[in-house]
T-cell receptor
Framework: KNEVEQSPQNLTAQEGEFITINCSYS?????LHWLQQHPGGGIVSLFM???GKKKHGRLIATINIQEKHSSLHITASHPRDSAVYIC?????????FGTGTRLQVFP | EAQVTQNPRYLITVTGKKLTVTCSQN?????MSWYRQDPGLGLRQIYY???????DKGDVPEGYKVSRKEKRNFPLILESPSPNQTSLYFC???????????FGDGTRLSIL
């Protein structure tokens, strides 16, 4: 069993829809990263959080350390949000990466 | 502009021909890492470095070498590349142990 599980693996949405991507992990962590990988391959860090909730524009990330679960929400999705979203818990001194959720948002 | 720069972006080469992928960051970060990304497997750490002259193996170090002679540079060396090292490679850096990661644009390597 993978240490990090993301769901769904693939997601298709219409522009304007509310999106939720889930991440469950089995190891103890001190923080968790959400990353975005664009079709061209580049990876950017969206959030790093260790408790509660963070918001940046239309993106919201939440984490429940006790339940070992995090979610990434996108409000009012847009075609430019189409990308792969990767959950990466931080365990001891390294990141453990999920395999990602591929999101496609159609106009 | 704060960035992590990898070169080359694309490389096609043959088995056994030594190659180096360079990585440089301009943010004075102490922590640097190399990852490879393969379909269905996600990102896996190859090597990491916590400071100059301090490097350690990640999850998949076989067939790779690294060095950290200067804080800004962290090259990845494939002494004798093999086809199973065909992959997308990323260099990343961060300031603190748990700080945000900054990734390079990736290097797509094909070993024939």
């Amino acid at each position: 069993k993978n240490e990090v599980e993301q769901s769904p693996q693939n997601l298709t949405a219409q522009e304007g829809e509310f999106i939720t991507i889930n991440c469950s992990y089995s190891v103890g962590i001190s923080a968790l990263h959400w990353l975005q990988q664009h079709p061209g391959g580049g990876i950017v860090s969206l959030f790093m959080l260790s408790s509660g909730k963070k918001k940046h524009g239309r993106l919201i990330a939440t984490i429940n350390i006790q339940e070992k679960h995090s979610s990434l929400h996108i409000t009012a999705s847009h075609p430019r949000d189409s990308a792969v979203y990767i959950c990466a818990p931080f365990n001891t001194d390294k990141l453990i990466f999920g395999t990602g959720t591929r999101l496609q948002v159609f106009p | 502009e704060a960035q992590v720069t990898q070169n080359p972006r694309y490389l096609i080469t043959v088995t056994g021909k030594k190659l180096t992928v360079t990585c440089s960051q301009n943010m004075n970060h102490e922590y640097m890492s190399w990852y490879r990304q393969d379909p269905g497997l996600g990102l896996r750490q190859i090597y990491y470095s916590m400071n100059v002259e301090v490097t350690d193996k990640g999850d998949v170090p076989e067939g790779y070498k690294v060095s950290r002679k200067e804080k800004r540079n962290f090259p990845l060396i494939l002494e004798s590349p093999s086809p199973n090292q065909t992959s997308l490679y990323f260099c990343a850096s961060r300031f603190a142990v748990r700080g945000p990661q900054h990734f390079g644009d990736g290097t797509r390597l094909s070993i024939l």
